[in-house]
Nanobody, 125 residues
Framework: QVQLVESGGGLVQAGGSLRLACAAS????????LAWFRQAPGKEREFVAA????????DYSDSVKGRFTISRDNAKNTVNLQMSSLVPQDTGVYYC??????????????????WGQGTQVTVSS
């Protein structure tokens, strides 16, 4: 099992930036695709971004494409999410997720078997 811990959330004004970080421990060597999901109050958890094991390929939801950048450092067992041009609709709890099998850049939560506890991001208008 992989343990994931997110950090970097907070309150930011619209148009601002935040950088989320996720540190992995445990069987981190078994992580393949890493991803970020988010959940707004009263809404279902939704896919934000994913990155392949080697970091060569990435995928983003349409709502964040061009504004968010996902990256990973396998030597440090970390995955980051750089968020720019934030809007109030980006508000929510952001979760880091890891897949222990190589499914590719999957966007459905069911393919990820390790999850962090989440970090709150609030964007004020």
């Amino acid at each position: 099992q992989v343990q994931l811990v997110e950090s970097g959330g907070g309150l930011v004004q619209a148009g601002g930036s935040l950088r989320l970080a996720c540190a992995a421990s445990g069987r981190a060597a078994r992580m393949y695709t890493l991803a970020w999901f988010r959940q707004a109050p009263g809404k279902e958890r939704e896919f934000v971004a994913a990155i392949s094991w080697g970091g060569a390929t990435t995928d983003y939801s349409d709502s964040v494409k061009g504004r968010f950048t996902i990256s990973r450092d396998n030597a440090k067992n970390t995955v980051n999410l750089q968020m720019s041009s934030l809007v109030p609709q980006d508000t929510g709890v952001y979760y880091c997720a890891a897949a222990s099998r190589d499914y590719g850049l999957v966007v459905k939560a069911q393919f990820y078997d390790s999850w962090g506890q989440g970090t709150q991001v609030t964007v004020s208008s």
